[in-house]
């Protein structure tokens, strides 16, 4: 469906971008200035790409971060799920099959 829709080369790029956006935050610092923003980027690039576990702790850790969360997440918990996005994109670029299993969107 994605493929359909963007093109097997711009979705190749949108995975790779998002790796980037992965790689970046889990590294980050928990002190880091702009996390909150990092966090609601995040979130957005994961949804369009139906990472929705990552979009939906970004969410919250972007709220929490914000002072407006009512369901708080760690900056551990939000690594993990990222860490495990990050490893379904490796797969899948490394010759998995399709699109990884995390890509169904919640509701």
Known sequence: MLTTLFGRVKLDTLFDELKVEL????SSDTASPGLAKQAQRLASSASMLGFGNVTKYCSRFEEA????GQT???FDEVR???LAALSEISARSSGGVGIPASTVVLG
């Open 65 to 68: 971060l914000s002072g407006y």
């Open 80 to 82: 993990e799920v990222c």
């Open 72 to 74: 708080p997440v760690t």
């Open 23 to 26: 790689e970046h935050f889990v």
